[in-house]
């Protein structure tokens, strides 16, 4: 039993080692790196049927050492769908070296450190500790986006969300077609 204790500490101690090191390999990134563009192509939408198709794809870009999705960070993109529509993700591990998942969870700071259960019923991926492979692993969400509300893309590999691997989803009961939009962070306040 000790030895058990001992090696969850260890895990514990190497995740947190390992989140402090994405954080700081980020915040060493030029500014020019950070800002992604939105690619339109990331979202079809069909308004009769009531249905939008997301592209969400994990390691897009090495900013934040690949630990992002569609190339952003830290709920920089933001999905937004109308209430009730039915979503359909799908979803690509491009990262060259790590698995990684999606999960859709309530939009709560801090983001947990490993998997919870999903805010919207069927709106995971696959093996969400595990990971999907990396290299090209693929897999695909669909669910209904109800209830309105504000929820979060994360990674559930243990310590990838926390490193800043989620983006932002939004059900809105006022929307009527669904859209992407830019949700730069709110800059630091500067000391006088």
């Known amino acids: 039993m000790r030895n058990l204790h001992r090696s969850a500490g260890l895990s514990a101690f190497m995740l947190s080692a390992l989140v402090i090191s994405v954080r700081e390999a980020g915040a060493q990134q030029p500014a020019a790196v950070a800002v992604q563009s939105i690619d339109p192509r990331w979202m079809t939408a069909d308004s009769a049927a009531r249905r ?3 592209a969400l794809t994990a390691g897009l870009t090495p900013f934040n050492g690949a630990l992002n999705f569609n190339g952003f960070r830290d709920g920089e993109l933001t999905f937004v769908v109308p209430a ?3 979503v359909v993700v799908n979803f690509l591990n491009q990262d060259g070296m790590l698995s990684h998942s999606a999960e859709v969870i309530e939009d709560k700071q801090p983001v947990p450190l490993r998997a919870v259960d999903p805010a919207i019923l069927r709106a995971y991926t696959a093996n969400l500790e595990q990971g999907v492979a990396f290299g090209g692993g693929k897999d695909v969400m669909r669910f209904t986006a109800n209830p309105p509300g504000n929820y979060l893309f994360f990674c559930a590999v243990p310590g990838h969300g926390a490193a800043g691997m989620w983006t932002r989803l939004q059900v809105d009961a ?8 830019y949700t730069p962070k709110p800059a630091a306040p500067t000391s006088r």
């Open 174 to 181: 006022a929307a009527t077609t669904p859209r992407m939009v």
């Open 84 to 86: 009730g529509w039915s």
């Open 52 to 54: 939008v198709t997301f």
